[in-house]
């Protein structure tokens, strides 16, 4: 049974940063891709950022140049480093892993709030 665990939320001042970890557990096959989402209070759940298996990157507009994904594919680990945080980033932040022939996994996610 695959597992994702995310650590690293909390509360954090605009302009601050904050620094997701997502690890996933079990027998891993199939990698295509994981991604961070993330789904404010009133929200549908939105992507945030995607790292493939080749080590491709992709980013909704509005966090582009302020956050950043690096993976590690081979322990199937994935973070997610926030820069320069606003008031409008606060969400709870889940964790995504994507396998070809599997349904998507999800973490248990981590509530981010910036606010001074």
């Known amino acids: 049974q695959v597992q994702l665990v995310e650590s690293g939320g909390g509360l954090v001042q605009p302009g601050g940063s904050l620094r997701l970890s997502c690890a996933a557990s079990g027998i891993i096959t199939n990698f295509v891709a994981m991604a961070w989402y993330r789904q404010a209070p009133g929200k549908e759940r939105e992507l945030v950022g995607t790292v493939t298996r080749g080590g491709n990157t992709l980013y909704v507009d509005s966090v582009k140049g302020r956050f950043a994904i690096s993976g590690d594919i081979a322990k199937t680990t994935v973070a997610l480093q926030m820069n320069s945080l606003k008031p409008e980033d606060t969400a709870v932040y889940y964790c995504?892993?994507?396998?070809?022939?599997?349904?998507?996994?999800w973490g248990q996610g981590t509530q981010v709030t910036v606010s001074s």
């Open positions: 995504n892993l994507q396998r070809s022939g599997f349904a998507p996994r």
